[in-house]
């Protein structure tokens, strides 16, 4: 069974602070993910790493960088947090090539005050 | 850039009604569909999906159609019962190696009973 955890359900942070959210995989997915999840927006992408050390701009990057040092890892890092920052952030992980199913994980809530 | 069109954005039908969602796509090139449904306080899963050689696709209550001249899909749930009330996703792909997905902004189905 596939197992994605994300760090946090819930986090607090404040204007300007440099947020970490991470997510660890269990089944050895090449292929990792960030969404921002927001009402009537659905879903869009953050960013996305298809190896270790590989990462591409999904269609929201700015004031968000990543790193994947790791294959289980995928690290999304708000460098300066701004309320606008506030979301719902999926993790997502799946095999390579098209078709695979992405598998998420439960969602960390971010309140930037 | 890559767009998903999906409507509607809520719908709500009686217990044992049908339920149609519709996304449409804006890259001729996308071939892969797949639909994700989200309960509340959940996180996304994987209910259908369709490939762009394929028509129309059935599992149980559930079927995808596929128009590719019209560039749009469609999620049919027949005989509805309170526990499909969720938010839906549409998605589509065109990038096979990455497995990249474009989401709609989802639809809210309420089922009555």
């Known amino acids: 069974d596939v197992k994605v955890t994300q760090s946090s359900r819930y986090l607090v942070k404040r204007t300007g602070e440099k947020v970490f959210l991470e997510c660890v995989q269990d089944?050895?997915?090449?292929?990792m993910f960030w969404y921002r999840q927001d009402p009537g927006l659905g879903l869009r992408l953050i960013y996305f790493s298809y190896d270790v050390k590989m990462k591409e701009k999904g269609d929201i990057p700015e004031g968000y960088s990543v790193s994947r040092e790791k294959k289980e890892r995928f690290s999304l890092i708000l460098e300066s947090a701004s309320t606008n920052q506030t979301s719902m952030y999926l993790c997502a992980s799946s095999l390579s090539a098209q078709g695979k199913t992405q598998y998420f994980g439960p969602g960390t809530r971010l309140l930037v005050l | 850039g890559e767009n998903v069109e999906q409507h509607p954005s809520t719908l709500s039908v009686q217990e044992g009604d049908s339920a149609v969602i519709k996304c449409t796509y804006s890259?001729?090139?996308?071939?892969?569909f797949p639909w994700y449904k989200q309960e509340l306080g959940k996180r996304p899963q994987l209910i259908i999906d369709i490939r762009s050689n394929v028509g129309e696709k059935k599992d149980q209550r559930i079927a995808v159609t596929l128009n590719k001249t019209a560039k749009h899909f469609s999620l049919h749930i027949t005989e509805t019962q309170p526990e499909d009330s969720a938010v839906y996703f549409c998605?589509?792909?065109?990038?096979?190696?990455?497995?990249?997905?474009?989401f709609g902004t989802g639809t809210l189905l309420a089922v009555q009973p």
């Open positions: 089944m050895d997915h090449e292929n």
């Open positions: 998605a589509a792909s065109r990038q096979w190696a990455t497995n990249k997905l474009i």
């Open positions: 890259d001729s090139a996308s071939n892969y």
